[in-house]
Structures are given as structure tokens and as C-alpha cells.
């Protein structure tokens, strides 16, 4: 059963970044398209950025577009969100997960942005 691993959070300042990334407990998700969830504070969980299989295609939600870059390294192990010019309402816990979503979702990395 693959168990996502999200880490890179943290304590971010207005205009701030962080870099995220996604494992899947030693598992390759070379064979997946990925994408890049957040959950705010008594909001539902919404999508944040996709990334193809190969890597060459990427999609983002209006809310991040221009300040945030998903990526993925070349062997297929590691999904990462690069994170820049972050905004109060960008804290939220993040989450990823293949596509089409598998059922069980990781604990998340807590991402905090406050002055």
C-alpha cells in the first residue's frame, strides 16, 4: 500500500518561500501524474498544482499560478512545490497524491505563513 510522505513545511514570513516534497514511502510514483492538495483551517481540501508523468506538463489553480512550480526528479522518486512570494492565505496543511487519488493520504506538511 503506498503511504505519501509530505515534508518541507514550516514557519514562512510574508513573501517568503518554501520547497515541498512528496515521497511515497520508498515506492516509485514515476507511473503516476501527481497532484499538490491544501487544507486551510475549516475549509475543505482543495487542489493546488498537477504534474504529468514525464514531467513536461503542469497545471496550477488560479490562487497560486505565477508564484508556485511543482516539479519532479528525474528517477520518478520525489514530487516537489516550489513555493514563492507566499501570502497569509496560502497556510494550510499540504497534501499529494497520485492521479487518479489513491485512498489513503499522507499526514501532510503544515505550512504556516505570518508575519
Known amino acids: 500500500q503506498v503511504q505519501f510522505v509530505e515534508s518541507g513545511g514550516g514557519l514562512a514570513q510574508p513573501g517568503g518561500s518554501l520547497k515541498l516534497s512528496c515521497t511515497a514511502n520508498g515506492r516509485t510514483v514515476s507511473d503516476y501524474a501527481m497532484r499538490w492538495f491544501r487544507q486551510a483551517p475549516g475549509k475543505g481540501r482543495e487542489f493546488v498544482a498537477e504534474?504529468?508523468?514525464?514531467?513536461?506538463?503542469?497545471f496550477y489553480a488560479d490562487s497560486v499560478k505565477g508564484r508556485f512550480t511543482v516539479s519532479r526528479d528525474s528517477a520518478g522518486n520525489t514530487v516537489y512545490l516550489q513555493m514563492n512570494s507566499l501570502n497569509p492565505e496560502d497556510t494550510a496543511v499540504y497534501y499529494c497524491?497520485?492521479?487518479?487519488?489513491?485512498?489513503?493520504w499522507g499526514q501532510g506538511t503544515q505550512v504556516t505563513v505570518s508575519v
Open positions: 497524491n497520485t492521479i487518479p487519488p489513491k485512498a489513503t
Open positions: 504534474i504529468n508523468r514525464n514531467g513536461d506538463m503542469t
